[in-house]
C-alpha cells in the first residue's frame, strides 16, 4: 500500500541540554529549526541546539525570552501552527 515508510527507533538521545531551563521543562515544540520550550517558572524560551565541540556538547543559542506572571498551572501545554 502507498503512504507506507519505515519508522526509526532512536533509544538514545543524538542532543540534551539543561542550559535553557534550571527546573522542570513542561512543553517542547520544534518550530522549523528552532525549539520552544516552557518550563514551570514562569519562562518561554525560543532557542536553537548548538553542539559544537568548542563550547561544549550541551551548548544552545537562546533566541528569545518571554517571561509572563501568574502560572499557577504546572504542565500547561501549548500548540505552534
Known amino acids: 500500500p502507498t503512504g507506507r515508510f519505515r519508522s526509526a527507533i532512536v533509544q ?3 542532543y540534551s541540554t539543561s542550559r535553557i531551563h534550571r527546573n522542570y521543562v513542561d512543553c ?3 518550530y522549523g529549526d528552532v525549539i520552544v520550550s516552557k ?4 519562562k518561554l ?3 536553537k541546539p ?3 565541540k568548542a563550547a561544549g556538547h550541551d ?3 537562546v533566541l528569545a525570552e518571554l517571561r509572563y506572571t ?3 498551572i504546572w504542565f500547561l501545554r501549548f500548540a505552534l501552527d
Do not use: G, I, Q, Y
Open 59 to 61: 551548548a544552545a543559542l
Open 12 to 14: 538514545v538521545p543524538v
Open 45 to 47: 524560551v525560543l532557542w
Open 28 to 30: 517542547v515544540r520544534w
Open 39 to 42: 518550563s514551570t517558572h514562569n
Open 70 to 72: 501568574a502560572s499557577d
Open 50 to 52: 548548538a553542539p559544537c
